[in-house]
């Protein structure tokens, strides 16, 4: 089992930046890519951005080109993304999720390809 945990989502302003992390615990070293996505009120769960344990291949969703980065510490076990030039339409809840599927190739932005995720953390931004 692994175990994935959020953390530092919250109410910004439009133009701000907002960094979050994600703790991964148990068999996480049995996983591959590390992903963040995001589900806005009544829409569905959407691929953001992902990142893989075993190389820095990364891999993201055109509409955070240039302002997202996703990075890890594998000492830590963490995640973390970062988020600059944040807008209204960045709003939802955002998880973490863990799976086998290599970052950087189709599968690995398919929700259901992923088996462990976490509770999720709220960002709100105001216009």
């Known amino acids: 089992q692994v175990q994935l945990v959020e953390s530092g989502g919250e109410l910004v302003q439009a133009g701000d930046s907002l960094r979050l992390s994600c703790v991964a615990s148990?068999?996480?070293?049995?996983?591959?890519?590390m992903a963040w996505f995001r589900q806005a009120p009544r829409k569905e769960r959407e691929f953001v951005i992902c990142?893989?344990?075993?190389?820095?291949?990364?891999g993201y969703t055109d509409s955070v080109k240039g302002r997202f980065t996703i990075s890890r510490d594998s000492a830590k076990n963490t995640v973390y993304l970062q988020m600059n030039s944040l807008t209204p339409e960045d709003t939802g809840v955002y998880y973490c999720?863990?799976?086998?599927?290599?970052?950087?190739?189709?599968?690995?932005?398919?929700?259901?390809?992923?088996?462990?995720w976490g509770q999720g953390t709220q960002v709100t931004v105001s216009s």
């Open positions: 999720a863990t799976s086998r599927v290599y970052c950087g190739n189709y599968f690995s932005r398919r929700v259901g390809k992923y088996n462990y």
């Open positions: 990142i893989n344990w075993s190389d820095e291949n990364t």
């Open positions: 148990g068999r996480a070293f049995a996983t591959e890519a």
